[in-house]
């Protein structure tokens, strides 16, 4: 195991990143509904760091004197356990703050009792990272929805090796690269700044990967399709941390694929392919591929296979060949009847506005039943709540998502890379 050197957390305001700012909220200590009469007083923050829904509003500047002092002599009487409750319950990316308060805070990240809280508390809430490498170092920034704010994390000390981001899950990110002599698969937890490489797969080569965690077991697969161009037929592998070794599995029966994005939920993996038409479908649990005949809409441009919530299967995709009939829909897969049914469309305007022209590339991508769309050359996010049935934009994401490679994220100190 590897261990970052630097835990280079750092607040992106108004989209681009502060020169070496550490966070720094302004937190009011008094209680609600106090009224404030100090002269310095600045905004007050109000934050509901849990719920997709809740909004953050963050300010900058001195911190607010507080009408009622606190009694440092029953405040630093606090239970240890009922401590270590409210550190789990904080939003993960202010944990790194916290820690420079006292050295039994900074060794909090290490303690089993704290870990074991924080595994038991719901998770913060979907998150953005973004990954690129600039002339000197990998670069990787998160998003948090809840908070609506941006945070650098530093990757400067992974291996100088050309690197691709496979994927996210349960806390972990995955990605693929090559040093120069063989193909590498790279695991870490961006959060505990932990990462190691895993062993060699019997077919060592660039293959269409997936991270699937389990938290249940405490454990996470990598599996491992066909050769990322199509151009040999190798056997499936899966990588089980608990046995940390690839075991091989059949090959898949498919010989023209649509696609090279797949889509994982409720322990199958879906991929889009020509020949047969359809999908192909991994059962993990048997180690099998089957075909499902779902044929799929008429014109389609191009599809990205998207996992939801539960069994929820999705595909986004343009309609129409020429540009000014192009719009963007969502099709859910019905299981039972093995056809596509149209759910949603993306309104002209956020269309027009993420896409101008007609050939432009966009990412898709998902997580629960939230979908995001990213276009390359705009540097946009858009977001679809399938639940709410709502669009809206990201703010603040030119400069992170132009010409970087981006999933969904779940922050999570208690995800181990073993």
């Not at 720094?24 to 509901?48: C, D, E, H, M, W």
Request: one cysteine or more; glycine letters at 6%.
């Amino acid at each position: 195991m590897e261990r970052f050197r630097e835990v280079g957390l750092q607040v992106v305001k108004n989209g681009a990143f502060g020169e070496d700012e550490s966070l720094r909220y302004s937190v009011p200590l008094a209680r609600t509904g106090s009224r404030n009469t100090s002269p310095s007083r600045q905004k007050v923050i109000k934050t509901k760091p849990r719920g997709f829904d809740e909004e953050t509003v963050a300010t900058f500047g001195k911190v607010i004197q507080a009408d009622i002092q606190m009694e440092d002599s029953i405040w630093a009487l606090l239970p240890e356990d009922l401590l270590i409750e409210v550190l789990a319950r904080m939003p993960p990316f202010l944990i790194f703050r916290l820690r420079s308060v006292c050295r039994r805070w900074n060794s909090i990240l290490q303690d089993s009792s704290f870990l074991a809280s924080h595994s038991q508390v719901p998770s913060h809430g979907p998150c953005l990272l973004t990954f690129w490498k600039n002339s000197h170092t990998h670069q990787c920034s998160v998003f948090s929805l809840p908070l609506k704010t941006w945070y650098k994390i530093s990757f400067g000390v992974l291996p100088d090796w050309a690197f691709w981001l496979v994927g996210s899950s349960g806390g972990l990110v995955c990605f693929c690269g090559f040093d120069g002599i063989s193909f590498k698969t790279l695991v870490c937890n961006p959060l505990t700044q932990t990462w190691r490489t895993l062993p060699r797969m019997h077919y060592n080569q660039q293959r269409q990967l997936i991270l699937v965690v389990d938290r249940a077991e405490r454990s996470f697969k990598v599996i491992a399709a066909s050769d990322i161009y199509g151009d040999r037929t190798l056997p499936t592998e899966v990588y089980d941390s608990k046995l940390d070794s690839w075991s091989v599995h059949q090959i898949m029966p498919a010989v023209n694929l649509c696609s090279s994005k797949m889509a994982f939920c409720d322990s199958r993996l879906y991929l889009e392919t020509l020949s047969p038409l359809g999908l192909m479908m991994y059962r993990v649990d048997t180690g099998h591929w089957e075909h499902i005949p779902a044929k799929f809409p008429r014109a389609l441009l191009d599809g990205y296979l998207v996992a939801g919530a539960q069994k929820r299967l999705f595909l986004v995709g343009r309609i129409g060949l020429y540009s000014t009939l192009q719009s963007m829909r969502i099709w859910e897969l019905d299981h039972a009847k093995t056809v596509w049914v149209e759910i949603s469309r993306m309104p002209p305007k956020y269309f027009r506005a993420l896409l101008r022209l007609s050939a432009e590339r966009f990412e898709c991508f998902g997580q629960d039943n939230l979908i995001c769309f990213t276009s390359w050359n705009q540097g946009k996010g858009l977001l679809y709540d399938v639940d709410k049935k709502t669009w809206s934009w990201i703010a603040g994401c030119a400069i992170q998502l132009c010409n970087s490679q981006v999933c969904f994220y779940e922050p999570r100190f208690d995800t181990s890379i073993y």
